[in-house]
């Protein structure tokens, strides 16, 4: 090992490609990490004190949670059992199957809510059902999530099928020639295994609901989320007026992650 | 009884079977080199992999159709395959109908110490020994083994071996043990099936298939390694090969003179002479290469008349006594009975 590391370092002309690595992704952190600072820095504490008054931002903050929560369960529901089949199947179309999923993951947002419009939009036959029933797709809770669970769901697919691929097929074997179905299986010997990189994936999708504004700004600017509440306080207050409710934002945001990331040891590793 | 008949399963390129193996309540080895389909064998049964065509039936129920957990038949894997998220008592316990049989199972192969470790933690003995015991746990009606001693170190490989036998014989049910190991595969078969590129080559007692090797191929791998061409010379009253200028007597054997036949001795049968005297079956060469294996003494001794090569395997007491070194003139004797006709004497 210490030749290899040796001669690596030797071999280029005395340069340490680790150090340049560091250096490199050192910067792209700070600048990560610099404007969030400065974002603190900037605000008076009596004007975040305000917009935690604020029963807009408030309003704001309570349809984020619950909308992203939905999503996330949403999307987990319907993700998980694809991301398996996604990492156990052998079918040819499969590969299409995946390109279908990571579709939204490509379209920008506000694409993504004009076509979920031409679906779920009052003058599509589904869309206009729904008004008739007296609960509307657009312009409520249900279109932030239609929006919402739209760009966000692949998420979980994606990593969940990293993370099933990374169960040894040989131990699903080894149980079900035990006597244990499918099922039991999945529940005592897949799942488990596959907990980490599914949370992470969980929490990919929480976090990325929460921030999504483009598609919701088409199909759902009322009840305003939080994202939404930013872009409206830029409008009426500029951006003094926007960067309390923004870090209230960020806030939220980051303790949704830490409540996450703290129910399994850690899903990045 | 574990009754295969006709199985078949193609991979690409590579096609298993048709294997027909009937195991009644015995071990069954099954020998053969990585890539010969073994363990698509077991995996076909054990209903993992989906066969083309055949039938497996156990017990006299036929398995067509039956998911793995359906079926009785419980696998074990070359590194184990214990849940890496538990311990090795939750591994066994996982299969076990109780608490007690847990405990029972861990005294019976040696791992109550390890019980509380993870899975992770354990050797590649312990790892094998809890294996066992999650598949014992799981009342089997048939084990299938997958090269369980594949990846442990020799003395612990060869303790586990021993063990194995009487464990595996006291079960009472079909047992399928595959490996690529010789010596493995006859310690612990009652009988030996030699498998080459999706094939049975040969199916007997581990005695029989290395004394008497229905295929070259089966001789090789069963440590046969003088394996020569000759023609027969003789037969009935007077069964004789021709071979490198000399005419050998050969036990009887079902091929018309002049035919060219192979023939193959194991070399551990080979036996280096003292005495000058011109006898039957003696020839003369030199040594070529010697080779220490530990245990033995390989010695390539290159016939004066031929191209081929003789290897002799010596016990270190008789090559010291024998002080042979490279180039110097030995004297070889190929007892006749020790000579095998490839595919005669099934």
């Not at chain 1, 996450?260 to 990045?268: E, Q």
């Not at chain 2, 995996?43 to 497996?56: F, R």
């Not at chain 2, 007892?335 to 099934?346: C, L, T, W, Y």
């Given at each position: ?13 005395g340069f ?19 404007p ?16 935690l008054?604020d029963?807009?931002?408030v309003?704001?903050a ?7 929560s939905?999503?996330?369960?949403l ?25 279908i ?7 920008p ?8 419009l031409?679906v ?28 919402q ?10 990593t ?8 040894d ?16 299986t999945?529940?005592r ?23 999504e ?17 930013v872009?409206?306080a830029f ?7 926007a ?5 209230v ?6 303790a949704?992650l ?11 590793e | ?35 010969c ?5 077991l ?14 039936t156990l017990?006299?129920?036929d398995?067509?159709g039956?998911s793995?957990e ?14 890496p ?8 316990a996982?299969?076990?109908a109780?608490i007690?049989?847990?405990?029972e ?10 019980l509380?470790?993870?899975a ?16 014992l ?21 060869r ?6 036998r ?38 007997n ?5 290395f004394?008497?090797?229905a295929?070259?191929?089966?001789a090789s ?11 027969v ?6 069964p ?17 003179v002049?035919e ?27 040594v ?8 033995d ?8 008349s ?26 070889l004797?190929l ?12």
């Open positions: 090992m210490a030749t290899r590391s040796d001669r690596s370092r030797t071999a280029i002309g340490d490609w680790l150090t340049v690595a560091l250096v490199l992704g050192g910067v792209l952190c700070l600048y990560y990490l610099a969030l600072v400065s974002l603190f820095l900037s605000v008076p504490s009596t004007a975040l004190l305000d917009a008054g029963p807009a931002v309003s704001a309570s349809t984020s949670l619950v909308s992203a939905v999503s996330t369960a999307a987990t529901v319907f993700g998980l059992p694809l991301a398996y089949w996604l990492a156990r199947s052998e079918a040819r179309w499969k590969n299409a199957v995946l390109a999923v990571v579709l939204p993951l490509v379209l947002p506000t694409v993504s809510g004009l076509v979920l031409t779920i939009g009052p003058n599509a036959p589904i869309g206009a059902f729904a008004v008739a029933t007296g609960m509307p797709l657009t312009r409520s809770l249900a279109g932030i999530v239609l929006a669970t739209f760009v966000a769901s692949p998420f979980v697919v994606v969940g099928k990293a993370a099933f691929e990374g169960v097929r040989t131990l699903e074997h080894a149980s079900r020639s035990l006597g244990k179905g499918r099922w039991t999945a529940r010997v897949t799942l488990p295994l596959a907990a980490p990189g599914i949370l992470a994936g969980v929490t990919l999708v929480f976090a990325r609901a929460m921030g504004f483009g598609a919701t700004v088409m199909v759902a600017y009322y009840p305003q989320t939080m994202p939404i509440e872009w409206d409008l009426e207050g500029g951006l003094d007026g960067y309390p409710v923004a870090i934002l960020v806030v939220v945001s980051i949704a830490v409540v996450l990331n703290t129910v399994a040891s850690n899903p990045w | 009884m574990l009754a295969i008949s006709e199985v078949k399963k193609a991979y690409g390129a590579f096609d298993l079977g048709p294997i027909d193996l009937t195991v009644g309540t015995e071990v069954l080895s099954v020998l053969g080199p990585s890539g389909g073994k363990t698509t064998l995996s076909a049964i054990a209903g993992v992999v989906d066969p083309d065509a055949g039938t497996v017990n006299g129920t398995l067509a039956r793995p359906e079926r009785g038949t419980v696998l074990v894997f070359q590194d184990g395959a214990l849940f998220h538990m311990t090795a008592r939750e591994n066994v996982y299969a076990a109780s007690d049989r847990v405990e199972l861990a005294a019976t192969l040696e791992v109550g110490d390890v509380d470790q993870r992770a933690t354990l050797s590649g003995g312990e790892r094998q020994r809890v294996a066992l015991a999650r598949s746990a799981a009342d089997p009606d048939a084990l299938l083994l997958d090269e369980p001693l594949a990846n442990l170190d020799a003395p612990i490989k303790r586990l071996r021993d063990e194995l009487p464990l595996l014989s006291s079960l009472s049910i079909p047992v399928l043990y595959v490996t690529h190991d010789q010596h493995e595969a006859t310690a612990i078969g009652d009988r030996l099936a030699v498998m080459a590129d999706g094939a049975i080559q040969q199916c007692t581990p005695g029989e298939v004394a008497h090797p295929t070259p191929f089966v791998f069963t440590g046969s390694t003088n394996l020569f061409r000759a023609r010379a003789g037969t009935d009253e007077n004789t090969l021709e071979w490198a200028d000399h005419e050998l007597d050969a036990p009887d054997h079902e091929s018309e002049g060219t036949i192979e023939f193959c001795i194991r070399p551990e049968y080979v036996v280096v002479e003292n005495g000058a005297r011109e006898r039957p079956n003696v020839l003369d060469g030199r070529r290469r010697v080779v220490f294996e530990g245990d003494y390989l010695v390539d001794v290159a016939p004066e031929t191209d081929d090569t003789i290897q002799v395997t010596l016990s270190p007491p008789v090559y010291d006594r024998l002080e042979l070194a490279d180039g110097e003139r030995v004297r004797s007892p006749s009975d020790a000579i095998h006709v490839i595919g005669a004497g099934e």
